[in-house]
């Protein structure tokens, strides 16, 4: 059974970072793509990041290119997401999913999520 | 303002059954597979729909998903006020090389 636990959420001032975690079980971790999906309160999803499977390509949205780093380590069955030059609007929950072989971008699994406050 | 549009909100009585539009463009909808997902209240979305129509394991069958041009429908039969959640749609926009999501339709059961 796939199980995702994030990590690594909290309180933030404008301006700083935060190095959120996703630990991964149950499944063929160095198989999957992984993303970070987040979702403001009250607000919808937001996708954040995606990292291929072996960690040779990564993608962002336009809202956090330059501020936002995914990788990932095979060998730990983790993903993370170094934010930094954090700003109020990156205040949400965010989410890890995994990304299956062959899926065309479904998100088969989520975690629960891990919460970011970005506030003076 | 999302690249996917989806209605706010839909309604139905319990029994019956509504549908939930999802627009787009020929970057996202139109040249790639879209996913639906549902969102209970106070926990994490989960997979309804993957590849336009397919339910992965687990899911009923009163959840159908199709897709025709740049537009994709989700469809709830016997409609449950389980039912109850926030629906999404989401897809890759091929232009942007990204994940985009509808902004989420509320879906009440009267």
């Known amino acids: 059974q796939v199980h995702l636990v994030e990590s690594g959420g909290g309180v933030v001032q404008p301006g700083g970072s935060l190095k959120l975690s996703c630990e991964a079980s149950?499944?063929?971790?160095?198989?999957?793509?992984m993303h970070w999906v987040r979702q403001a309160p009250g607000k919808g999803l937001e996708w954040v990041a995606m990292i291929w499977y072996d960690g040779t390509t990564k993608f962002y949205p336009d809202s956090v290119k330059g501020r936002f780093i995914i990788s990932r380590d095979n060998t730990e069955n983790t993903v993370y997401l170094q934010m930094k030059y954090l700003r109020a609007e990156d205040t949400a929950l965010y989410y890890c999913v995994t990304d299956p072989p062959f899926s065309g971008y479904a998100f088969h699994s989520w975690g629960q999520g891990t919460l970011v406050n970005v506030s003076s | 303002q999302s690249v996917l549009t989806q209605p706010p909100s839909v309604s139905a009585a319990p029994g019956q059954k509504v549908t939930i539009s999802c627009s787009g463009s020929?970057?996202?909808?139109?040249?790639?597979?879209v996913c639906w997902y549902q969102q209970l209240p106070g926990t994490a979305p989960k997979l309804l729909i993957s590849?336009?129509?397919e339910r992965p394991s687990g899911i009923p069958d009163r959840f159908s998903g199709s897709k025709s041009g740049t537009s994709a429908t989700l469809g709830v039969t016997g409609l449950q006020t389980g039912d109850e959640a926030d629906y999404y749609c989401?897809?890759?926009?091929?232009?942007?090389?990204?994940?985009?999501f509808g902004g989420g339709t509320k879906l009440t059961v009267l």
């Open positions: 149950g499944f063929h971790f160095k198989d999957y793509a």
């Open positions: 989401g897809t890759w926009d091929s232009s942007l090389s990204a994940v985009v």
């Open positions: 020929s970057s996202n909808i139109g040249n790639n597979y």
């Open positions: 590849n336009n129509d």
